[in-house]
């Protein structure tokens, strides 16, 4: 799994559960006397719903995890990150997007929990100096100008696995 090598970097033991029915968890970390997990979601919608984030709460509660990862190449919807950031579950989940999988690739470190959320809606941070060269407000990489529809916006430049944009 590819997440394991960042882990391990990171000084996590990290272990590969078997494939199939794992109960939520596709890999283990042990760091410091800390048991935490992973559950990897390629998710073909994009999103990943609120109920997956709830399932993975309470495989964490119930096997006294310290905290659970949930790496996507996707989003989350809102829904699940409010559920992640109350007041009860915060700090217990580390939601991780495709963006956010793209920068521990880039920095090779693994972030704390997001204390607020992150997802950047359509129409945010619009950009009004066209001589400037905007960073992805999800994954901070260079955006790139590109047309869809007879209309001009910046897109990122690691499309498609982050579709982060702004307009112009």
């Known amino acids: 799994m590819a997440a394991s090598p960042h882990f391990e970097l990171n000084g996590y033991k990290a272990t590969l559960t078997n494939t199939g029915a794992d109960g939520g ?5 042990q760091k410091d006397g800390r048991r935490e997990m992973v559950q990897c979601k390629l998710w073909k919608t994009s999103k990943v719903g ?3 984030v709830r399932e993975i709460y309470g495989v964490v509660q119930a096997n006294a ?3 659970g990862y949930i790496i996507t190449s996707g989003f989350f919807t809102q829904d699940a990150w409010e559920f ?5 579950v915060k700090g217990t989940l580390s939601l991780i997007d495709g963006s956010r999988l793209l920068k521990i690739i880039k920095d090779k470190e693994i972030p704390p929990p997001a204390t607020e959320i992150i997802n950047v809606g359509p129409g945010e941070n619009q950009i009004y100096d066209l ?3 905007p960073s992805c407000p999800r994954c901070h990489s260079k955006m790139v100008r590109r047309m869809s529809n007879g209309n001009y916006f910046y897109g990122c430049s690691a499309y498609p696995i ?3 944009t702004r307009n112009l």
């Open 131 to 133: 001589n400037v060269i």
């Open 50 to 52: 609120v109920s997956v």
């Open 65 to 67: 995890y310290e905290r």
């Open 25 to 29: 968890v596709d890999i283990l970390l």
């Open 84 to 88: 992640a950031l109350s007041a009860n």
């Open 162 to 164: 982050c579709k982060g």
